[in-house]
């Protein structure tokens, strides 16, 4: 479980920033961020131009889906509710951006984008604690 949110938010980190992450690094180009977003689009007439390139796509897909995985594994966890929350959010994640994907396969004008980085390594970080053993919770609770 701890592996695949910690995958999970390395690849958000990746494909929030557009992998300036790495290139800024390399000295290459400045570091960009996108911790939130939500946005919608429909129209008619005018060919829709997506704001995120195949790959981004790609790894943001790969980053909800190893989260829905990671929080579905952690719903038996420390802290069932907030699992719970960020398998949703993940799966939402993995529907917006499957809608941008389809772009390639199919033409149409509808898009819908809503996903935060920010919330799910909050989420995947409180995920992710330990339970207190019940000997710390009983020494605890006796002073």
């Known amino acids: 479980m701890r592996f695949l949110l910690g995958l ?3 690849l ?4 929030s920033t557009k992998f300036t992450v790495v290139t800024s690094l390399l000295g290459r180009t400045g570091l960009e961020w996108c911790f939130y977003k939500y946005a919608s689009s429909s129209g008619w007439g005018v060919k829709y131009v997506s704001d995120y390139s195949g ?3 790609f ?5 909800f889906g190893v989260g829905a995985i990671g929080f579905l594994s952690a719903l038996k966890g ?3 509710i907030l699992a719970f929350i960020g398998l949703l959010l993940s799966l939402i ?7 941008e994907g389809s772009h390639w396969l199919i033409d149409h004008n509808r898009s819908w984008i809503a996903f935060s980085p920010v919330v799910m390594w909050i989420l ?3 995920v992710s604690l330990p339970k207190p053993s019940p000997s710390t919770v009983t020494s605890a609770s006796t002073t």
């Open 55 to 57: 790959l981004e796509v």
């Open 8 to 10: 999970h938010s390395l």
């Open 12 to 15: 958000l980190l990746l494909a």
């Open 78 to 80: 420390r802290v069932p």
């Open 93 to 99: 994640g993995c529907i917006s951006f499957a809608i």
């Open 59 to 63: 790894v943001f897909l790969l980053a």
């Open 124 to 126: 995947a970080l409180l």
